[in-house]
């Protein structure tokens, strides 16, 4: 079955890097996303990668897709205050039809 | 551009009672809409898909005649749970779509709470 997991919780100091990692079990999948979810707003989508890349990288966004360990991590550079949110990784087989998440990573930024 | 709000952002009903909850797309026509549920500190679970003008396509487990999707245009989508219980508070969020032959962004709404007292 189709199951996507997150570390529960990252804090960081303002400056530093943050790395959010995810994990999935559907070989299948096709494209993998990052959304963020800040208080009282929808999921916005930050990046996605498809499955026969290894690495994806968009301004302080790099995204690495190890497809034999279906291991996947957000890595954000230059960690600012306004990063704090809940960010999820998903995926699914068809770009944008039935994605399937993970239960999101609290980012906790400390200035 | 490609917002999507939902209405109520929360509301509380008393058990047995039904309520709607309204998803819509303000500036794109949305051909296709998701209704996502989420519990704390859990994922976001699909519960069904809509596609403007015919029924909705409901994933496993979910109940079609306790949780109503009407899609009627396309940009307006509803979400009915009917005769609600205490387990079906929870935190709801719908996104939308372009789709036709490709699908394109899920943009999501805001999410709404229930809470069933």
């Known amino acids: 079955g189709e199951d996507v997991e997150q570390s529960l919780f990252l804090s960081v100091r303002e400056g530093d890097s943050s790395v959010i990692n995810c994990t999935y079990t559907?070989?299948?999948?096709?494209?993998l996303y990052w959304y963020k979810q800040e208080p009282g707003a929808g999921l916005q989508l930050l990046t996605y990668?498809?499955?026969?890349?290894d690495m994806k990288q968009d301004q302080r966004l790099t995204v690495l897709l190890n497809k034999k360990d279906k291991h996947l991590s957000l890595r954000i550079a230059d960690t600012q205050t306004g990063d704090s949110a809940i960010y999820f990784c998903?995926?699914?087989?068809?770009?944008?039809?039935?994605?399937?998440f993970g239960a999101g990573t609290i980012l906790r930024v400390k200035s | 551009g490609a917002v999507v709000s939902q209405h109520p952002s929360w509301v509380i009903c008393k058990s047995g009672t039904s309520v709607k909850i309204e998803c819509r797309s303000l500036?794109?026509?949305?051909?296709?809409m998701f209704w996502y549920r989420q519990f704390p500190k859990q994922s976001l679970m699909l519960m069904a898909t809509?596609?403007?003008?015919?029924?909705?396509?409901?994933e496993q487990g979910v109940e079609k005649d306790k949780f109503l999707i009407n899609h009627a245009s396309l940009t307006l989508s509803t979400l009915t749970v009917t005769s609600a219980h205490p387990e079906d508070s929870s935190f709801y969020i719908c996104?939308?779509?372009?789709?036709?032959?490709?699908?394109?962004?899920?943009?999501f709404g805001p999410g709404t709470r229930l809470t069933v007292t």
């Open positions: 996104s939308a779509t372009l789709a036709g032959d490709t699908y394109y962004e899920q943009y």
């Open positions: 559907d070989s299948s999948s096709t494209y």
């Open positions: 990668i498809f499955s026969n890349m």
């Open positions: 998903a995926e699914s087989w068809e770009y944008g039809n039935k994605l399937v």
């Open positions: 500036d794109f026509q949305a051909t296709t």
């Open positions: 809509s596609n403007e003008g015919s029924k909705a396509t409901y």
